[in-house]
């Protein structure tokens, strides 16, 4: 909007338009990036938790993968609770990765062409790996789905078969290069989850020494938890404890 500011004997001079604030505000996709992520994190724990299933045999594994799919039925309709979480999960995503994107381009205009390097911290560095992470998390997410979940070629294995959730997995972490593939990106993940959980807590106004000092614990312990438990699965395949 664009202003005329009144001058002595009656003239006017144009003034510059009022700078509109940015939309969202930077403190609203900060929440939206924290409370998604922790979100994700609570997800990948649990998830992991599941996938241990595995060591338990196929019969054990599937009627897990079964149950999943029948979760609250009849009360709600066949994998509808299984549905909901995934529409919730991507909603989720779509949030976390515009916001972070929102944040990444102001942070960049704001600190100009000239932006000076510093040394590398720890915490630097995994500020700074945090939306290379990010991509490689989300073209896994991809894959995952296409591999484990559709069955879709060429991320599926040819041995692919619905509901037969314990043989598809053995099938496809039988692969040497998608073995390395997840163990790689579960590296990533443990990365990122470590870093989030620690930002998150700032940018929910968690300020006490004391209290972000225990949320950077967890957070650790659920990134380490998160490596060592699904990085487990593919390494027992390719050494043969899971056929």
């Keep these: 909007m664009v202003e005329l500011a009144a001058q002595p004997g009656g003239t006017s001079v144009r003034q510059r338009p009022l700078r509109r604030a940015p939309a969202p505000p930077t403190w609203l996709a900060k929440t939206i990036m ?3 992520g922790l979100l994700f994190t609570a997800f ?4 992991m938790v599941g996938n241990l299933k595995v060591f338990g ?5 599937d009627a897990y993968a079964a149950w999943l799919r029948t979760l609250l039925y009849p009360l709600v309709p066949h994998e509808g609770v299984l549905w909901a979480l995934r529409v919730v999960l991507v909603l989720g995503l779509v ?5 972070a994107v929102v944040l990444v381009r102001r942070s960049h205009a704001s600190a100009g062409p000239h932006r000076r390097r510093t040394g590398l911290t720890a915490g630097s560095f995994g500020a700074r790996s945090m939306l290379l992470t990010g991509v490689v998390l989300l073209l896994f997410v991809v894959f995952h789905v296409l591999d484990m979940t559709t069955g879709t070629a060429p991320a599926a ?3 692919f ?3 037969t959730a314990y043989a598809n997995l053995v099938a496809s972490f039988s692969r040497p290069w998608v073995a390395a593939f997840y163990g790689i990106t579960m590296v990533l993940l443990a990365l990122h989850v470590a870093h989030g959980v620690r930002t998150a807590a700032g940018d929910l106004g ?5 209290s972000r000092a225990v949320i950077t614990t967890v957070g650790g312990i659920a990134a380490v938890a998160v490596l060592l ?6 390494i027992a395949v390719q050494a043969g404890w899971l056929t």
């Design 34 to 36: 924290a409370v998604t």
């Design 44 to 47: 990948v724990v649990v998830h």
């Design 57 to 61: 045999g196929a019969t054990g594994f």
């Design 95 to 99: 949030a976390h990765v515009w916001c």
């Design 157 to 159: 294995s040819e041995a």
């Design 161 to 163: 078969e619905p509901g």
């Design 206 to 210: 968690v300020t006490g020494a004391r």
């Design 229 to 234: 438990g699904n990085a487990a699965i593919p």
